[in-house]
């Protein structure tokens, strides 16, 4: 089997046992909403929003260095302000990246 197929039925088997939600309107999360989300569902919705922002900045590179600097500095900007809307918390730290 090659590596892509692989990944891509690896994600797949993943998806429907993490989400929670059939559809999530990112635009509407606060940073309090992710405290009660599992690990696995946080990381997921953290890369798919990754990916939403280097798709709007047409930016097609992963790295990984950025994605978790990113995590970080939204982590903390979430700790001080739980009523932040997490997509404006993580645009803000791409920004500074």
């Known amino acids: 089997m090659k590596i892509l197929p692989a990944m891509i039925v690896a994600l797949g088997a993943l998806l429907p046992a993490t989400a929670s939600a059939e559809t999530l309107d990112i635009s509407t999360l606060k940073c309090a909403d992710i405290i009660e989300m599992s690990p696995e569902d946080v990381a997921i919705m953290l ?15 992963l790295d990984m260095d950025r994605f978790n600097s990113n995590a970080e500095a939204a982590g903390v900007a979430c700790e001080a302000d739980a009523n932040a809307g997490l997509l404006t918390v993580l645009k803000a730290a791409e920004a500074g990246n």
Do not use: P, V
Request: aromatic share 14%; proline share 0%.
């Open 47 to 61: 890369a798919w929003i990754d990916g939403y922002l280097g798709g709007r900045a047409d930016d097609t590179r």
